[in-house]
T-cell receptor
Framework: DAKTTQPTSMDCAEGRAANLPCNHS???????VYWYRQIHSQGPQYIIH???NNETNEMASLIITEDRKSSTLILPHATLRDTAVYYC??????????????FGGGTRLMVKP | GAVVSQHPSWVICKSGTSVKIECRSL??????MFWYRQFPKQSLMLMAT?????????EQGVEKDKFLINHASLTLSTLTVTSAHPEDSSFYIC?????????FGSGTRLTVV
């Protein structure tokens, strides 16, 4: 799976949009971009994933550049409960159940009042 | 949505004893589950891939005789930490692939005293 690079930490004001970048310059054509987050002392929580089109769900938006070498996760109105470590993971999107997720360092997002 | 239940959420045990952690898929069948370990302020590290009805696949550096994995049914995988030592104290998390994503358990914090 392609390696990802994320900033170690970011701050965001409560109510503002949080934009979390991720570089994945070695991504291949059939690899998806997944985003998970981990709130302290909990298991990771799925946020969103995409292949090449921008995606939006009730939690967030995912913007993938045209060359697919980077992406941005957007939390439109960050709340204090969004404080967590956010992981950007790239992997093949086939249904092979043996393909696990490999976690990098992630971005520690701190939402401040 | 797909739910993975992990139990116990925390456990304290004496050095030299064994501890079993259970991971159950509640509303889907999981032929493969993954076990991760996370030390404080670090990312999740894959320990092993648990396959229903067959032997688990361990990552390099993970002792298979110390971390016993059993995946006897399509909804249950267990991780037993044998002869636990203080250095085994960590946050253990299981995961299973569900649909196009991955679902994680809530984690087990093991403290060996």
């Amino acid at each position: 799976d392609a390696k990802t690079t994320q900033p170690t930490s970011m701050d965001c004001a409560e109510g503002r949009a949080a934009n979390l970048p991720c570089n994945h310059s070695t991504i291949s054509g059939n690899e998806y971009v997944y985003w998970y987050r981990q709130i302290h002392s909990q298991g990771p929580q799925y946020i969103i994933h995409g292949l090449k089109n921008n995606e939006t769900n009730e939690m967030a938006s995912l913007i993938i550049t045209e060359d697919r070498k980077s992406s941005t996760l957007i939390l439109p109105h960050a709340t204090l409960r969004d404080t967590a470590v956010y992981y950007c993971i790239v992997r093949f999107g086939n249904n092979n159940a043996g393909n696990m997720l490999t976690f990098g360092g992630g971005t520690r997002l701190m939402v401040k009042p | 949505g797909a739910v993975v239940s992990q139990h116990p959420s925390w456990v304290i045990c004496k050095s030299g004893t064994s501890v079993k952690i259970e991971c159950r898929s509640l509303d889907f069948q999981a032929t493969t589950m993954f076990w991760y370990r996370q030390f404080p302020k670090q990312s999740l590290m894959l320990m092993a891939t648990s396959n229903e009805g067959s032997k688990a696949t361990y990552e390099q550096g993970v002792e298979k005789d110390k971390f016993l994995i059993n995946h006897a049914s399509l909804t249950l995988s267990t991780l037993t930490v044998t002869s636990a030592h203080p250095e085994d104290s960590s946050f253990y998390i299981c995961s299973a692939k569900a649909g196009t994503g991955y679902t994680f358990g809530s984690g087990t914090r093991l403290t060996v005293v």
